[in-house]
Structure formats: structure tokens, C-alpha cells
């Protein structure tokens, strides 16, 4: 399969960025903007006004089952905000990444050594869409699946919302339900949009730079005494990818930080509803949950990545001819194994890195906060009797 062409991948983040109402490379954002904005962050209040209003040890079941769904909404916005705050920064290293793209896929052996890195990321963003559409629809849509069968075995009409959500009037009738569940549903989708736009670009963006450092590590081993002329443009490469290796660091570190934070609360109110709630809500948690490791276990992969392939230059450098070289071309290798022994990395805000051991870290936090829960957690027949 060819290598995907800068278009083809990054086709539908521009895409999505149009939805949300700031387009690339413009300054003006869209009144579209405000308005999902203003949806989403309502659907999240009146989330957290039913979890205050309901806050008790009988329902206790109840709001862990909301909390995923709270936590979620809460950091899309943060993360769409903090993007936003950076816009002009991703602009920029985009039509940086898209230059230099260019020019590997011009050069065939070049295609070639980072083909698998560009087909991976095309599939693996496609069906990152496709696996949170299907999470959010079965969410948005099972209650209409319940009410169904509700309806088909009692004769009655039982109005249930996707979300249990605080509103200041009934819902036992057919138009504040369907207002109140158009809303719902529509939040959902935009929430979705939010976060797997900004996943996905995150996913991209690493893929770009931690090839940039695989290209140049090919080419360093490869030199000796008939081609250490070329060090020089390998070095003013190599301190433009490091430049670029820090534009995203810097678009990211923050929205990495909030994705630790909620992801080991996410998962351990997920794993607690798999286990304690009901059979009708197994389809979704499993979903949602398949999704939130996801989305972390690939954040972990690509800091990873970008770690192992910065460091891959100074061992590239050690491994090659360097000594058939003249001094000057020594002093030169010797340099680019001292700059790359502290690897390019991506961080939570400098609290710690994104890595594997960040993903392990957090799914044992998770385990840990989940043991607690099956702890103290008492099911209300037990609490009366």
C-alpha cells in the first residue's frame, strides 16, 4: 500500500475543525462555535445539578453511572478550549509538518523506511471515529430501544433520557421529553466531535515528528569519511525537528495533563458499573469503556514513540563511521549523541511523562480507586435490611 498522501490524512481533522467552527488557518471562529459550546457545557452543568441533587448512599449506583459521562464532557470542553487558546500554533506546525511531508514523499526510499507509520495512523484514525460514533449512538439511542421493549411488555410509556440530567420541570410527557432528549443526544455527538478531533490530531501530529526523527537516525548510520559533508544539513535538521518536537509539546501538554487526571477516574467508574449495574447498561459501558483505554494506552504509544526514535538518533550516530571521519565530523557526531541522550518527550505539564509507564501508572490508580469503590459500596437491600 503507497504512503497516504499529507491531504488524505489530515482531510478530516480540517474537516472537523470546520464543524466546530474554527477553520483552519483563519483567525474568526464561527458563531456554530458558541452555539456547541453552549450546548455541550449546559448538558455538563445540568449533569452535575442531578449528580449534587441526587447525592446520596441509595443512589450511589446511580451516579457512578453518570459520572463517566460527566467526566467525559468536562474534559472535551477543556480540551477543545485549551486547542482553541493554541489554534494558531497548530496552524503553524501543521503547514510546517505539511512541507516536510512533502518532500519524504517525493523520495521513495524515504517513503518507504515510514510507510507502516502512515497506514497505521490512517487506519487507526478511521476507526477511532467509527468506534466512538458507535459509543456515542448506543448511548443516545438505547433508551429509545428501552422504552421500546418497556412499552411491548407493560402497554406503558416509560420516558427515559441517555443522560439523567437536572431540569427544572417534568419530563413525563411527550414534549419535554423530546426536548429535553434532542438536547441530550445532540451534546453527545458534539462531545464525541470534540475530543476524538483533538485525539486524532494529537495521534497525527506525533506520527509526523517521531518519522522525522526515524528518517534522520536512517541517514546518520549511514555516514562515513566519503559522505560526512552532509552532517552539517543533518544537524540543522535535526535542531528543526527538536523545534518542532516542542511545538507539539507545547500544544499538548496541557490537554495531556487532563487526560491523566480523568482517565483513571473514568475507567474505575466504568469498570464499577461493568461489574455492579445492569445488564441493559453492558453494551455501552463496555464501549465506552474499549474507548477510554483506547484513547489512553494510544496517547501512551505515541509519547513513547517519540521517545524511543529522538534517543534512536544518538544511537544511530554512535553506530556509525564516525571514526574514518575528521575531527571536525567527530566533534559533530559527538555533539548529536550528547543532545539526544535526553530524548524529545511528551509530557502532562511537566508532571510526568507520556509513556508506557504512564499507562500502566494510571490503570493501576484506576484498579486501586475501583477496590475502594467494591469496598464501601453497599446495594441499597442491604443498606434497609
Known sequence: MDIPSFDEVFRQIKVNFWLLGIPFHTSRISLRFYIF?????????????????????????????????????????????????????????????????????????KANKIRQNFVFLKYLTKYYYILNGVLISVYNFSSLIIILYHYIDTKEVSYILPYSLYVPFSTDNCATWSAVYLHSISSGFICVLYFTTVDALYYIMS?????????????????????????????????YILKLSEDLEDIFTAPNLFNVLVGSLEICALGFNLTMGKWTQT???????????????????????????????????????????????????????????????????????ISYESFIKIISRSWSYFTILKTVYKPPEIIYN
Open 37 to 109: 459550546f453552549f450546548s455541550l457545557t449546559l448538558t455538563v452543568l445540568q449533569e452535575i445539578g442531578f449528580f449534587i441533587s441526587e447525592s446520596s448512599t441509595e443512589n450511589f449506583l446511580t451516579l457512578t453511572q453518570l459520572a463517566p459521562c460527566t467526566c467525559i464532557g468536562i474534559l472535551s470542553i477543556i480540551k477543545l478550549l485549551l486547542l482553541v487558546y493554541k489554534r494558531h500554533r497548530v496552524f503553524k506546525l501543521t503547514d510546517s509538518l505539511e512541507t516536510t511531508y512533502h518532500d519524504i514523499v517525493n523520495n521513495v526510499k
Open 207 to 239: 506520527t509526523h515528528v517521531y518519522s522525522h526523527f526515524t528518517l534522520l537516525s536512517s541517514e546518520i548510520i549511514d555516514l562515513d569519511a566519503d559522505n560526512s559533508y552532509l552532517l552539517n544539513d543533518i544537524v540543522k535538521r535535526h535542531q
Open 283 to 353: 453494551p455501552g459501558v463496555v464501549l465506552f469503556l474499549f474507548s477510554v483505554l483506547l484513547q489512553i494506552f494510544m496517547m501512551s504509544v505515541f509519547g513513547e514513540n517519540l521517545i524511543r526514535e529522538s534517543r534512536g538518533v544518538g544511537e544511530a550516530a554512535f553506530l556509525c563511521k564516525w571514526y574514518t571521519m575528521d575531527q571536525r565530523s567527530k566533534k559533530t557526531i559527538l555533539q548529536l549523541i550528547q543532545r539526544s541522550s535526553k530524548p524529545q518527550k511528551l509530557t502532562a505539564y511537566k508532571f510526568s511523562t
